[in-house]
């Protein structure tokens, strides 16, 4: 009996990032690829906006090669539970003034926490 079937849905740990897909691992032996065209149903310019090495993703499994331990996989099902939206980091003209002036104000009601 197989351990993996077509139509299944596994946790696995994303292993790698390519233009052209995410490697997943699942055991010892088995390990996938999400194409790129099976990440999303919207244009995915790049799959590092989606996922991180090291994250736990539920993927669908659409294709099994038993012979070579190598899955075939989708995230299009769970788009949305595993998208991640990046926002980018917006430059204040202040920089990290704003850091300098208010650290030594945070710091001071910290060890006031910490006396009580």
């Known amino acids: 009996m197989a351990k993996y079937k077509k ?3 596994v946790k696995g740990i994303v292993t790698g990032i390519e233009s052209y897909g995410i ?3 699942f055991d010892e032996y088995y390990s996938g690829l999400i194409h ?5 149903n919207k244009f995915v310019k790049n799959p590092k906006d ?7 993703i539920e993927v669908e499994i659409i294709g099994v090669d038993d012979e070579q331990c190598h899955l ?5 099902k769970f788009e949305l539970k595993n998208k991640r939206r990046r926002k980018k ?10 850091l300098a002036d208010k650290l030594p104000e945070w ?6 926490i910490v006396k009580k």
């Not at 917006?90 to 920089?95: I, L, P, S, V």
């Not at 710091?107 to 006031?112: D, G, K, R, S, T």
């Open 23 to 25: 490697f997943v691992s």
């Open 72 to 76: 075939n996989l989708s995230l299009k």
């Open 50 to 56: 989606i996922v991180n090495i090291g994250d736990e």
């Open 36 to 40: 790129i065209s099976e990440i999303s």
């Open 7 to 9: 139509g299944n849905v």
């Open 89 to 98: 980091i917006k430059e204040t003209q202040a920089g990290f003034k704003t």
């Open 107 to 112: 710091i001071n009601e910290q060890l006031e």
